[in-house]
């Protein structure tokens, strides 16, 4: 017991001190900290509720304020929502690979133009979003790790979106008649361009060596003379503060000691010199000293994808009510800069998975690690804050991967089977509330993906916060196993006919995904190989059934090579599209028939995940007979962007 000093200090600058006898604060509880001591927990009146945003409490004795300091965060009930959802209309959008694009133009992996333009085909079929995957940076150097959802850092971006030649660098090259196209260059890309699969080695080669080039002639015309450019940049660095400028260090170690191994082979940073193995070591402060000019190079990356990240941005709060549908992974690679990073925030020997369920009956590892509870509480929840923060720029919807992970995680121990983890629980309730803050911040809405085995109240809790569910029709199902009728489905939700890591129409008409989890020996017991096409036949009999009561499905199935039928496409898009659902999502690969899926759970190197392309250019999307009907039929169903 005893007297306290206090002193609030508001983000915007306001201060408050106040004094309080601690035998006069009501007690909530009592207890032990994790030192085994005895606790007791008082509640802390304030002289008022500050508003909305990040502030500061110190706390010391009456002496003075030498005592301790806590973040404090006021949040929003709820997540921000346009006019156009607290409506209660109704749209639809497309929602892609963005790195799976093909145009006439990219350098064989789609980039920030391609995805303006996507915005443009969207809204003149009448859409109301674009959706893609997450633009988390990765490992450049590392091709055969694509993977947007094990990134090397879910901060930033990934470099190679860029569009080379929608650079102002590039521009000014060509008007200065020394154009970058070489022709061992040119025909490289023209390779890459046509290529059944994304080739991320060509891509990764021909652009880092454009990137090199462009950054030296920005540095000599525009850093060295301060021109307004150079002016413009240096405020985006500044702004971008320590995190920024630490992934820019990180990358320029990176360039400098990832294929240090035994022979030129690969090094993860923690086999890199001990000195720089931490990012607040002195050698990593004398590194970057020496090495300003590679540090300024990867810093010029991020300016530039930023610029047109929001170019595309902008264009689709111009022209579509929901703007650009981001996404966030729920994890980070152990090898990557956000680890380096926040090393302190991290479990050691630990992955992210799943358990097993009826969709996983093996469980999954994702190999992945996440932040830990406890430090992350202690560091004010500051990485967590960034993370939304930087995924909400230049978007108007981002959906929350595997959003259980605001609750709990399933923790596996490395080398362990899946079967072998446990579940860690989370602080939900100031997780929500930074993500409703955030929400607010940048007039973004929120989805939660809520896939999987769902924990008690989740579901209801996630509504109640204004974010929205987020529902697939092969999961929709009853205790028979027949489809749930569209007027079931929440009106707070989002809707589609599949994600990346489930089969494409066409794969779960032909059982394509049935038959490659055979070849790929991923079914737990011979009796679940056995059964699994028997099973994909009873759902196909089910979701005519659905189809015929729900969305006036006639006529034949099949096409003549045993794919869905152009009536069948568009009745399962009737069903979805007479769902309650404020948004609703149309994967092209379900109107082009493509059977390969994007992702193949539980494998790595045996199935060419993140790798393929679809089969039409960006450009040509809103003339497309299949997509030109969908979207007539979809305004026909009430859904559009009025």
């Given at each position: 017991?005893?007297?306290l000093?206090?002193?609030?200090?508001?983000?915007?600058?306001?201060?408050?001190?106040?004094?309080?006898?601690?035998?006069d604060?009501?007690?909530?509880?009592?207890?032990?900290?994790?030192?085994?001591?005895?606790?007791?927990?008082?509640?802390?009146?304030?002289?008022?509720?500050?508003?909305?945003?990040?502030?500061?409490?110190?706390?010391?004795?009456?002496?003075?304020?030498?005592?301790?300091?806590?973040?404090?965060?006021?949040?929003?009930?709820?997540?921000?929502?346009?006019?156009?959802?607290?409506?209660?209309?109704?749209?639809w959008?497309?929602?892609?690979q963005?790195?799976?694009?093909?145009?006439?133009?990219?350098?064989?992996?789609?980039?920030?133009?391609?995805?303006?333009?996507?915005?443009?085909?969207?809204?003149d079929?009448?859409?109301?979003f674009?959706?893609?995957?997450?633009?988390h940076?990765?490992?450049?150097?590392?091709?055969?790790?694509?993977?947007?959802?094990?990134?090397?850092?879910r901060?930033f971006l990934?470099?190679?979106?860029?569009?080379?030649?929608?650079?102002?660098?590039?521009?000014?090259?060509?008007a200065?008649?020394?154009?970058?196209?070489?022709?061992?260059?040119?025909?490289?890309?023209?390779?890459a361009?046509?290529?059944?699969?994304?080739?991320?080695?060509?891509?990764?080669?021909?652009?880092?060596?454009?990137?090199?080039?462009?950054?030296?002639?920005?540095?000599?015309?525009?850093?060295?003379l301060?021109?307004?450019?150079?002016?413009?940049?240096?405020?985006?660095?500044?702004?971008?503060?320590?995190?920024?400028?630490?992934?820019?260090?990180?990358?320029?170690?990176r360039?400098?000691?990832?294929?240090?191994?035994?022979?030129?082979?690969?090094?993860?940073?923690?086999?890199?010199?001990?000195?720089?193995?931490?990012?607040?070591?002195?050698?990593?402060?004398?590194?970057?000293?020496?090495?300003?000019?590679?540090?300024?190079?990867?810093?010029?990356l991020?300016?530039?994808?930023?610029?047109?990240?929001?170019?595309?941005?902008?264009?689709?709060?111009?022209?579509?009510?929901?703007?650009?549908y981001?996404?966030?992974?729920?994890?980070?690679?152990?090898?990557?800069?956000?680890?380096?990073?926040?090393?302190?925030?991290?479990?050691?020997?630990?992955?992210?998975?799943?358990?097993l369920?009826?969709?996983?009956?093996?469980?999954?590892?994702?190999?992945?690690?996440?932040?830990?509870p406890?430090?992350?509480?202690?560091?004010?929840?500051?990485?967590?804050?960034?993370?939304?923060?930087?995924?909400?720029?230049?978007?108007?919807?981002?959906?929350?991967?595997?959003a259980f992970?605001?609750?709990?995680?399933?923790?596996?121990?490395?080398?362990?089977?899946?079967t072998?983890?446990?579940?860690?629980?989370?602080?939900?309730?100031?997780?929500?509330?930074?993500?409703?803050?955030?929400?607010?911040?940048?007039?973004?809405?929120?989805?939660?993906?809520?896939?999987?085995?769902?924990?008690?109240?989740f579901?209801?809790?996630?509504?109640?916060?204004?974010?929205?569910?987020?529902?697939?029709?092969?999961?929709?199902?009853?205790?028979?196993?027949?489809?749930?009728?569209?007027?079931?489905?929440?009106?707070?939700?989002?809707?589609?006919?599949?994600?990346?890591?489930?089969?494409?129409?066409?794969?779960?008409?032909?059982?394509?995904?049935?038959?490659?989890?055979?070849?790929?020996?991923?079914?737990?017991?011979?009796?679940?190989?056995?059964?699994?096409?028997v099973?994909?036949?009873?759902?196909?009999?089910?979701?005519?059934?659905?189809?015929?009561?729900?969305?006036?499905?006639?006529?034949?199935?099949?096409?003549?090579?045993?794919?869905?039928?152009?009536a069948?496409?568009?009745?399962?898009?009737?069903?979805?599209a007479?769902?309650?659902?404020?948004?609703?999502?149309?994967?092209?690969?379900?109107?082009?028939?493509?059977?390969?899926?994007?992702?193949?759970?539980?494998?790595?190197?045996?199935?060419?995940?993140?790798?393929?392309?679809?089969?039409?250019?960006?450009?040509d999307?809103?003339?497309?007979?299949?997509?030109?009907?969908?979207?007539?039929?979809?305004?026909?169903?009430?859904r559009?962007?009025?």
């Amino acid at each position: 017991p005893g007297t306290l000093d206090l002193r609030l200090t508001e983000e915007g600058g306001r201060v408050e001190t106040w004094r309080v006898d601690t035998r006069d604060l009501a007690e909530l509880d009592r207890g032990h900290d994790p030192q085994g001591r005895p606790m007791v927990r008082r509640a802390l009146p304030l002289p008022h509720l500050p508003p909305l945003g990040y502030h500061r409490l110190d706390i010391g004795p009456a002496a003075g304020l030498d005592g301790t300091e806590a973040t404090l965060i006021v949040v929003p009930d709820r997540c921000w929502q346009p006019d156009f959802l607290l409506e209660g209309r109704r749209t639809w959008g497309v929602s892609v690979q963005l790195y799976a694009l093909r145009s006439r133009a990219n350098w064989g992996h789609g980039d920030f133009s391609d995805l303006a333009n996507l915005v443009d085909g969207v809204a003149d079929l009448g859409g109301g979003f674009v959706g893609i995957n997450p633009l988390h940076a990765l490992f450049h150097e590392r091709p055969d790790r694509p993977s947007p959802y094990s990134p090397n850092s879910r901060m930033f971006l990934a470099p190679h979106y860029i569009d080379v030649a929608a650079m102002p660098d590039m521009l000014d090259l060509k008007a200065a008649g020394r154009p970058l196209d070489a022709g061992d260059q040119f025909h490289a890309r023209e390779q890459a361009r046509h290529a059944h699969q994304v080739d991320y080695a060509a891509v990764a080669a021909a652009k880092q060596a454009a990137f090199d080039a462009l950054y030296r002639d920005f540095r000599d015309n525009h850093l060295a003379l301060d021109t307004d450019r150079a002016r413009d940049f240096r405020r985006f660095v500044e702004a971008g503060g320590t995190g920024l400028r630490t992934f820019a260090v990180f990358e320029a170690l990176r360039d400098a000691h990832a294929f240090s191994g035994p022979g030129g082979s690969w090094q993860p940073w923690w086999f890199w010199p001990e000195g720089h193995r931490h990012p607040d070591s002195p050698d990593v402060a004398e590194f970057a000293d020496l090495n300003g000019g590679r540090i300024d190079f990867h810093l010029y990356l991020q300016w530039e994808a930023d610029r047109q990240l929001r170019a595309a941005g902008e264009r689709a709060r111009e022209r579509l009510p929901l703007g650009l549908y981001r996404d966030v992974a729920v994890g980070f690679d152990r090898d990557g800069a956000e680890h380096w990073a926040h090393q302190d925030l991290a479990p050691q020997g630990v992955s992210v998975g799943c358990p097993l369920d009826l969709r996983n009956p093996i469980g999954q590892v994702w190999g992945v690690l996440p932040y830990a509870p406890v430090p992350l509480h202690d560091a004010a929840y500051g990485p967590f804050i960034s993370l939304i923060r930087s995924n909400m720029r230049h978007a108007g919807v981002l959906r929350i991967d595997h959003a259980f992970q605001l609750l709990r995680l399933y923790w596996i121990p490395l080398g362990n089977r899946p079967t072998e983890g446990g579940y860690i629980q989370y602080p939900l309730e100031d997780l929500l509330g930074i993500i409703a803050l955030e929400s607010h911040r940048n007039r973004c809405a929120v989805v939660a993906e809520d896939l999987g085995t769902i924990p008690p109240g989740f579901r209801e809790r996630i509504i109640e916060l204004g974010a929205l569910s987020f529902r697939v029709l092969h999961r929709e199902r009853e205790a028979d196993r027949s489809y749930k009728a569209p007027d079931t489905y929440p009106a707070v939700s989002t809707v589609a006919t599949g994600t990346h890591d489930q089969a494409t129409l066409s794969g779960f008409w032909t059982g394509r995904d049935v038959e490659l989890r055979r070849l790929l020996n991923l079914y737990p017991t011979p009796e679940a190989e056995r059964e699994a096409p028997v099973t994909r036949a009873q759902d196909r009999e089910a979701l005519i059934a659905a189809l015929r009561r729900h969305a006036g499905f006639e006529g034949a199935a099949e096409d003549a090579d045993g794919l869905p039928s152009d009536a069948l496409i568009q009745a399962v898009h009737r069903f979805l599209a007479r769902t309650p659902s404020r948004m609703m999502i149309v994967q092209p690969e379900d109107l082009t028939g493509e059977t390969e899926q994007v992702n193949m759970p539980s494998t790595v190197d045996q199935h060419p995940n993140w790798k393929r392309r679809y089969s039409f250019d960006v450009e040509d999307l809103a003339t497309l007979p299949r997509m030109v009907a969908l979207a007539r039929l979809l305004a026909e169903e009430g859904r559009g962007r009025g």
